[in-house]
């Protein structure tokens, strides 16, 4: 699994980056509205394809970052730095949400889902994938990996975590663009706007990272562990 996982993962990431430069490789992935002419702007692309514009997600005070996401950082300092002088928010078009919606297709099909009990004898290990198997914080940083690879702005995208609509603890990449946020999440292929999905959000990262700032003013403290949920 794990050279099979390598595999999936090197061609997902070969063609992200093609996809920024040649869109009709990534059509299959994709509404069949999107054109293989000019890029359009946001409205007319999201218009023509049923797409449902977003609005940013509200913010209340600063909380502290989950466990796991700290000790992710201390191992790997370089997934966790700022971007100064990078957008906090990306522009919306076509190939744009081409490349979220082939991204997380790709790792959605590529990484098996496992919890870290399970896969590491350890609860709450936030990492990379790279043996085919992780769970739905795993999925969220390989994302953002990705993306970040097919040069879309690290500051504007940002983990968040939640509860699913089994109340269970839940982690997802969210990407702030300038038509509202949208939501890449493991237990779905379509990339949603923040509002449409089935998840009562708690706490999400601000645009440099490190800090965390809380989403329900009703939430006192930040989830320590996260559990994966299965696919359906």
Known sequence: MG?????????????LLAACQSPEL?????????????????????FAQGIDASTPMASDVATEAPSGYIAFCARQPAECADAPGSPDVIALDATTWQTLQATNNAFNAAIHPEEDAAHYGRVDYWTIPTDGYGDCEDYALAK?????????SPRALRIAIARSAQGEAHAVLTVATDHGDYVLDN???????WGETKLSWIA???????????????????????????RP
């Open 144 to 152: 953002r990996h990705a993306l970040i690879a097919a040069k879309l």
């Open 187 to 193: 237990m779905t292929d379509a990339v949603l706007p």
């Open 3 to 15: 050279r099979n996982f390598g595999r999936i993962a090197a061609f997902a990431a070969a063609l």
């Open 26 to 46: 990534m059509v299959s992935a994709v509404p069949s509205a999107i054109p293989n002419g000019p890029i359009e702007t946001a409205p007319r692309f999201m």
């Open 204 to 230: 999400r990262q601000t645009p440099g990272q490190a800090q965390w700032v809380s989403l329900n003013n009703d939430s006192t403290r930040l989830i320590a562990g996260i559990t994966s949920l299965p």
